[in-house]
T-cell receptor, first 114, second 110 residues
Framework: KAGVTQTPRYLIKTRGQQVTLSCSPI?????VSWYQQTPGQGLQFLFE???????NKGNFPGRFSGRQFSNSRSEMNVSTLELGDSALYLC?????????????FGSGTQLSVL | GEDVEQSLFLSVREGDSSVINCTYT??????LYWYKQEPGAGLQLLTY?????DMKQDQRLTVLLNKKDKHLSLRIADTQTGDSAIYFC??????????FGAGTRLTVKP
């Protein structure tokens, strides 16, 4: 069974640009969560999607958005990039997002904003 | 991760036990987790404990929870060089809105 796949693995953008990151969950998983990991702030929850609906949202500005498709694949978008958006963006999937389910993480997309 | 605190570094010798500590502030957390992150990889769930449990053991891993003090620990017995990684403590109430600590970098010396 393939794991959680995130593309691209690395990305370099400049300030003001926008970026779209992709996440393919494990087959059969319907819940997809996104996290931002930085050295200064650690791991922070961005949002969670289930059945194409955003079910939970962290404390990030509106420049951060996401969506989920009918096949459970998810994308997150960051518009008007800032230097502070440089981070490792991790996607995680689980069957239905319940707490007692194992959460599987992808290897992440390393975003560098210059 | 201000709600979950961990020490940043721990160094042990191969074969010794490692104990990684974590404190959290949200008493309504229902699940507490330990994740391992190796260089260039995502997070791997090691173990989790439900908030009404005191202890959970899984092979070389022992998790202790003191709910009164909001203190969680992970003990790794017979630590190996392959255990060198960053270990994250996390808590959650629901829907995968997990709050992570800053991570403890474990270095295992031969």
């Amino acid at each position: 069974k393939a794991g959680v796949t995130q593309t691209p693995r690395y990305l370099i953008k400049t300030r003001g640009q926008q970026v779209t990151l992709s996440c393919s969950p494990i087959s059969g998983h319907r819940s997809v969560s996104w996290y931002q990991q930085t050295p200064g702030q650690g791991l922070q929850f961005l949002f969670e999607y289930f059945s194409e609906t955003q079910r939970n949202k962290g404390n990030f500005p509106g420049r951060f958005s996401g969506r989920q498709f009918s096949n459970s694949r998810s994308e997150m978008n960051v518009s008007t990039l800032e230097l502070g958006d440089s981070a490792l963006y991790l996607c995680a999937s689980s069957l239905s997002g319940q707490n007692n389910e194992k959460l599987f993480f992808g290897s992440g997309t390393q975003l560098s904003v210059l | 991760g201000e709600d979950v605190e961990q020490s940043l570094f721990l160094s042990v010798r191969e074969g010794d036990s490692s104990v990684i500590n974590c404190t959290y502030t949200d008493s309504s957390s229902t699940y507490l987790y330990w994740y391992k992150q190796e260089p260039g990889a995502g997070l791997q769930l090691l173990t989790y404990i439900f908030s009404n449990m005191d202890m959970k053991q899984d092979q070389r891993l022992t998790v202790l929870l003191n709910k009164k003090d909001k203190h969680l620990s992970l003990r790794i017995a017979d630590t190996q060089t392959g255990d060198s990684a960053i270990y994250f403590c996390a808590e959650s109430m629901d829907n995968n809105d997990m709050r992570f600590g800053a991570g403890t970098r474990l270095t295992v010396k031969p």
